[in-house]
Every structure is written in C-alpha cells, then in structure tokens.
C-alpha cells in the first residue's frame, strides 16, 4: 500500500509514524507549508521548528519527506473565505474548511493519485464496514476532532487513516515519550490551521481593518460602551467586551449599523434557542441520507459534549430542534450532526 502521512511537527502526527511502522507500513511524509512568515508584521513563526521535527523523525524512521508549498491554495481558497465571512458579521471556521480544501483537497489534487491512503495527526476513527466508509469519533471525547472534519467528502474520508483516533492524549504523550520524539512535549497548537501562532484578532484587523461601534443592552436599549468592529466579536462571547458588571453576553449583531447587543447575567434567556436553522447540509455518506424528524445529537462547536434533538427538513429548510435550549449559536459556524446511538459523525450543515 503506497501511504502518504501528513506530519505538522506537533506530537499528535509525530506519533503517527512509529504506530504506522508498527503496523509494518512505510509512509511518505508531507509537511505541508502553508504559513504567514512571508506576511508583513508577522513574528514567532513555528513554521522552522515543524520542519526540524519533521526531518528529524523522517530519518529516525527512515522515511523519504517532502516539502509541499500550498500556501496560494490556502490564502485563495480559506484565508479569502475567513475574510469574507469576518465581513459579513459571520462566525467562520477556517480549520473546518482546511481540511476539505487544503489537507484533502489540494493536497488530494496534487499527490493523491500517487497514494492509496492518506494518514493524519487527528482525533478520529474511520470506520469500514460493508456499507462502506464512516466517520467514528475519538476514543477520547476532549480530544475528539470530528467536528472539524465533518464537512470532508465521502471520496475524501474513503482514502484517511487517523492512527491516534483510538488513543486519549496522555496515551499519545506517552508514546512520544518512549519514543524520545522531540515533539514529545511540545504544547498543543493554538490558532488557525497552518496559520501558526498568530492572534486570531490581530489576524482580522490586518485584513479588515477598525470600526468604532456601539456596544448596546438588549432588553432595555442602553449604550453601555463601544468596540472596535462587530467583526471581532462572535455571538455567545462573554470575554473581551470591556464592561463591568457583568458577565455579559454577545447575544446579536447589527451589521449594517455596527452595533453589538448584549444581555447581562450567567443566563440570559435571549442567549437560548431551540430551533437551529441550517443551509447547505450535506451529508458524509452517500447511502447514508439525512430524512425527516430523525434524532441525532449535535454539536455547534468544538466540544467535548453532544447536545440531543431531531433534524426537520420540513419545507426544504432544514432546522435542528434542540431538546434543550442551546447558547452560542453563531451564524456562519457549522451544525455537525451525529448518530443518535452510534459513535458516528453523520455530516453537517452552516448555521444561518
């Protein structure tokens, strides 16, 4: 089996190497660059130190690497889409969209004739039965990285292996540990995809700038202070709106006016809603269709936690109704759905 194996640097796709040996496997690994060090105003890039990593284990493991340079792809295909969604008042995710246009997408498109599978750093399972190719989530619940991946293609999913999906992070650590990898205690990776260790709010005011705006309490119309663009703030914020008395909450935007509404208290009513309204809802098994009041549990962020409902598709619009009120339901980001009962990632849809 011809096996390309996508290494970061980072001790999760580190450890990916010696489990793939083990199993009597010889990877080709790809670090894929995809970075700001080129961007002005950009500093502490990681992208140096991934690399040493990385070369590091590929002679351990004597392994052939390979550079890939995908960083137009990725600035024309996630970074223009972040931009854009930032603008419109939404809540993008841009790892979501990494994973299906760049780390399977354009990755696929250049080098995936070459290989019969393709193994990754994340926390997830496939699972193969004769049904075909199903997304199963992480053995560890925390860790779990299937939200992210639930916008993937089917295609895409049939060629993934994810060699830690069934390990929890002390386990991983461990390993690397063992294996004396430099990546062994490394911190886990913080900010947007391949961007590196850039500030998400310094990341959009370079590209979309300032706009002074009201800050403005919903239930009684009160101006309770200002910021400085609806476009860094995301509903369901409780931090980094600078007023005291609170907590407050995010809980509405006017973009057109650059306003932001907020509500006081640990939990304001106009923070809950039980009906989630989705466009664009795809599914990840081609047999597997999503039908009318099925029950499915559901997150609306990366969490380690399910919420539980049923799926209307009354009228076209697909709709999830919560069985609990839910906080933090942000236009833009993604409603991933899962098996009601099984350990199974069913697809997803963009929140409206």
Excluded at 25 to 32: E, G, K, Q
Excluded at 278 to 286: D, M, N, R, Y
Excluded at 328 to 333: D, I, K, L, R, S
């Amino acid at each position: 089996m011809q096996l390309a194996a996508l290494v970061s640097g980072g001790v999760d796709s580190s450890v990916t190497i010696p489990l793939l040996k083990e199993q009597g496997l010889d990877p080709v690994i790809f670090y894929i660059r995809i970075g700001m060090e080129d961007e002005p105003g950009y500093v502490d890039c990681p992208a140096e130190e991934d690399v040493e990593i990385t070369t590091w284990i590929a002679k351990k493991y004597g392994c052939r690497l390979e550079i890939v340079d995908l960083q137009k792809e990725y600035w024309e295909r996630v970074v223009a889409y972040t931009i854009e969604e930032v603008k419109k008042g939404l809540t993008p995710n841009p790892d979501v969209m990494c994973n299906r246009l760049i780390k399977f997408g354009s990755f696929e498109d250049r080098y995936g004739h070459q290989f019969d599978k393709i193994s990754t750093g994340h926390y997830a399972r496939v699972i193969e039965n004769e049904q075909g190719f199903f997304l199963g989530t992480a053995a560890d619940p925390v860790k779990d990285q299937t939200y992210f991946l639930a916008r993937i293609t089917y295609a895409q999913l049939s060629k993934l292996m994810f060699p830690v999906g069934g390990l929890l992070k002390p386990q991983v650590r461990e390993i690397a540990t063992k294996m004396r990898l430099p990546s062994a205690h490394r911190p886990d990776s913080q900010g947007i995809c391949f961007l590196g260790k850039i500030n998400y709010n310094d990341f959009i005011r370079r590209y979309a700038g300032e706009k002074e705006g009201l800050i403005v309490e919903l239930e009684t119309g009160k101006i309770l202070g200002k910021h400085k663009g609806f476009w860094f703030h995301t509903i369901g914020q409780r931090k980094g709106l600078g007023l005291s008395g609170g907590p407050w909450f995010v809980v509405r935007k006017n973009t057109d006016e650059n306003v932001l509404y907020v509500s006081n208290g640990y939990d304001p009513v106009s923070q809950y809603t039980s009906e989630i309204n989705l466009t664009e809802l795809l599914p990840l098994h081609p047999d597997a269709p999503f039908t009318h009041d099925m029950p499915v549990r559901f997150k609306i962020r990366h969490q380690p936690d399910f919420n539980t409902g049923k799926l209307s598709l009354a009228s076209g619009s697909p709709m999830i109704l919560s069985d609990i009120p839910v906080s933090g339901v942000a236009p833009g980001q993604f409603g991933v759905l899962y098996h009601h009962a099984e350990a199974i990632c069913l697809g997803s849809g963009i929140i409206q």
